[in-house]
């Protein structure tokens, strides 16, 4: 009789979402969060680097094209959460992938170079990866990627090339990205974000009442069962909260 499937889960750190998706990520999973603007992808993304390594003692790397390291951490102090501290303990490595690309000299110790060159982006990621034993990674996020290229139309085969190498990484990975319009079907801004990634979450806000609500949707997720519902979700000042019982406004 052939042994049961069981799939490693890796914990989100997010209350209320796990027990969506079976326990955690599948382990060694490219997850994709989408979005409008002011839906919460970063802090999503962050939560699940910083508390992998606060409760669960797991490296990981985040890597920041939307905004400077230091602004990174001073926002995440307002959920309290001190990302210099786990820095320090090897826990977490956060790239500044923003000061080189205004012509700024990075005071980070991981930052990236001068000129963006995917293939140099790759394998400095990679190094990264490797030199803290990181099991969780972000890319913060794929819009910032492609507007470093000298053709957006270029996205395509860079992130066919990315998802490559992020399955040669072994970590769980989350990609943000935007999402021009949800409710028309229009999840990712380049359209294949989504085929790449074996998970996609997506953040949304709907108006109720004359005020606007979050909602999250898990639109696939690989080897895990999962509801095709909107659940809510809110923005504390612990971080993000998912509601899994349903509706609570």
């Known amino acids: 009789m052939a042994e049961p499937y069981i799939v490693k889960r890796v914990k989100s750190g997010i209350p209320g979402f796990d027990e969506l998706i079976e326990g955690g990520f599948p382990e060694n999973t490219t997850v994709l969060v989408t979005g409008g603007t002011g839906t919460g992808k970063t802090t999503f993304a962050a939560q699940f680097i910083y508390k992998g390594a606060e409760e669960y003692g797991e490296p990981g790397v985040f890597v920041t094209l939307e905004e400077r390291a230091k602004d990174l951490r001073r926002e995440m102090r307002s959920f309290g ?149 909107k659940y809510p979700f809110e923005i504390t000042n612990h971080g993000i909260v998912v509601y899994p019982s349903g509706e609570i406004y």
């Open 81 to 229: 959460w001190d990302f210099k501290k786990y820095e320090e303990q090897g826990l977490i490595a956060i790239v500044d992938g923003v000061s080189s690309s205004v012509g700024l000299p990075s005071e980070e110790r991981f930052a990236l170079e001068d000129k963006f060159n995917i293939d140099h982006f790759l394998r400095y990621v990679y190094r990264v990866v490797k030199n803290i034993n990181a099991k969780r990674l972000v890319i913060d996020s794929i819009p910032s990627i492609a507007f470093r290229l000298k053709e957006e139309k270029e996205i395509r085969e860079v992130l066919l090339k990315l998802n490559t190498i992020l399955l040669e990484m072994g970590v769980t990975t989350i990609l943000t990205t935007e999402a021009p319009d949800p409710t028309a079907g229009r999840i990712s801004r380049y359209g294949i974000e989504e085929y790449i990634a074996r998970g996609v979450v997506i953040l949304d806000l709907q108006e109720k009442n004359i005020e606007l609500k979050r909602y999250l949707l898990i639109r696939k997720m690989r080897e895990t069962k999962h509801s095709m519902r």
